[in-house]
């Protein structure tokens, strides 16, 4: 169990990354400061760059942090015994549970406006996360490879596939401000999403 330093230096640190997203979505990258990010997180200016050395370094975790959660929440290995239908709905399911969290798409608010404003700042982090393969391309993957689904490119195929929710679950809450999807409105993308795609790709019998 970590000893009651260790449990309160995190406590600081998740405090700090708390502000500093609150702080970037409220003033912008350019205009956020350590000290505006200490100040709201109720800790001194050393104290941050005890654990931030810079204020690129602090964005940079959040990115990491954002590609983190995505990694985390989506994942469904593929069975070759399961219809692929159910198994495409559970994943996109979990797809749309993750953009549907309110810490999620602060963190893309984040994210999103800094890389549209100085695309070469993000560029090495985001670099960084386009060489890990998503949950969805890594199912797309082995379902290609255990013939379920036509000889496609499975990054091209994947990424088509998120884009099948996000333009309803990702990019009009992140740029327009809507609400969540219902359950209900959560069923109809993923049953359009899986009959286009596998309407699509798969392989007929």
Not at 17 to 37: C, K, P, Q
Not at 78 to 105: C, V, W
Not at 153 to 181: I, M, N, R, Y
Request: glycine residues 6%; hydrophobic residues 45%; proline residues 5%.
């Amino acid at each position: 169990m970590p000893r009651a330093p260790q449990r309160l230096t995190d406590r600081k640190r998740e405090a700090i990354l708390r502000a500093a997203v609150e702080e970037f979505r409220a003033a912008g990258y350019e205009a956020t400061s350590m000290d505006r990010i200490a100040a709201a997180a109720a800790v001194s200016k050393r104290t941050v760059g005890n654990h931030f050395p810079s204020k690129e370094a602090l964005f940079g975790e959040i990115l990491e942090q954002l590609w983190r959660s995505s990694a985390a929440s989506v994942d469904l290995a593929y069975r070759a015994d399961r219809p692929l239908e159910a198994q495409l709905r559970t994943l996109l399911m979990q797809k749309l549970l993750l953009l549907g969290d309110p810490n999620f798409i602060d963190l893309a608010r984040v994210a999103l406006a800094e890389i549209i404003h100085a695309p070469a700042r993000a560029q090495a982090i985001v670099g960084r996360m386009d060489e890990k393969e998503s949950g969805v391309t890594r199912w797309v993957r082995a379902a290609v490879a255990d013939g379920s689904l036509a000889q496609v490119d499975p990054d091209f195929a994947g990424h088509q596939l998120q884009g099948l929710v996000k333009s309803f679950a990702f990019w009009p809450q992140v740029t327009l401000g809507q609400p969540p999807l219902t359950e209900a409105e959560r069923e109809r993308v993923v049953d359009s999403a899986v009959a286009l795609f596998l309407g699509c790709y798969a392989r007929r019998v």
